[in-house]
């Protein structure tokens, strides 16, 4: 899988594995597609093995306990999604859809511990990036707890930005991804009310802006100094 070659190079996430591990990860990889609204697993399905997303966009949810949707992340490509079944023998936390017509290459947990047995350096590496995706959960859920809702707000979209962030001039970033304000309010916690006059004050203030549909932070270090605690 040539294109899985290549997000090895380039994905935030799969860039740390050494090169020469590239072609024998290919070979165990199997080409994935799913349709937009197609789920790739559910939470409670088995995790029998890992995703890296290729192309396409993916969001990631829970239900609550009152049987509404909790939006946890929106994902493009270089993504890993179920990486922590590589790690245990739990089922899928969390329900994952396809927002867009997806390519992945799906790494089966079988194949991936016996690539890693012959070259345990990997788990090192899938230490590293589990690692990550749990402090990201945990940053979070401390958001929730603890942060007033601009903080929520500006940490969702600083963390899309990671994801979707496109630089621009004058260190401002364009989120290359259009958002609703309910997914907004969904991933902050909040209500879309609440979110959206956070929004326009925002706007009016000159910390973000709309360009095309899309948002773009004007004001990036005054977002992060907004989502700390």
């Known amino acids: 899988m040539q294109e899985f070659i290549e997000l090895l190079k380039t994905s935030p996430a799969l860039s740390v594995l050494p090169e020469t591990f590239a072609d024998e990860l ?5 080409p994935v597609k799913l349709k937009s609204g197609g789920v790739l697993f559910e939470a409670g399905d088995p995790g029998d093995g890992c995703y890296a997303l290729i192309e396409g966009t993916l969001k990631v949810s829970v239900l609550s306990v009152d049987g509404s949707e909790q939006l946890l992340a929106v994902l493009g490509p270089g993504s890993m999604v179920g990486e922590v079944s590589l790690l245990d023998d739990r089922p899928r936390s969390a329900t994952v859809t396809a927002l867009k017509d997806c390519k992945l290459a799906f790494i089966p947990k079988t194949a991936f511990y ?17 690692a990550g995706r749990l402090r990201t959960t945990n940053d979070a859920l401390v958001a929730r707890s603890f942060l007033p809702l601009t903080g929520r707000v500006a940490q969702t979209l600083l963390q899309l930005a ?16 259009k958002l609703s304000q ?4 969904n991933m902050a916690g909040g209500a879309r009310e609440n979110v959206s006059r956070v929004l326009n004050t925002w706007k009016r203030e000159g910390l ?4 095309s549909g899309y948002y773009a932070l004007e004001k990036p270090s005054v977002l992060r100094a907004q989502a700390k605690l």
Request: net charge negative; aromatic share 8%; no cysteine.
């Open 114 to 130: 016996r690539f890693a047995d012959s070259n345990p350096v990997v788990y090192r590496h899938m230490l590293s990036i589990v």
């Open 26 to 30: 290919s070979n165990i990889a199997q």
């Open 182 to 185: 309910a997914e907004i309010a």
């Open 208 to 211: 973000i802006s709309r360009i």
């Open 162 to 177: 990671e994801t979707f962030g496109k630089d621009l001039e004058d260190g401002r970033i364009l989120i290359h991804y």
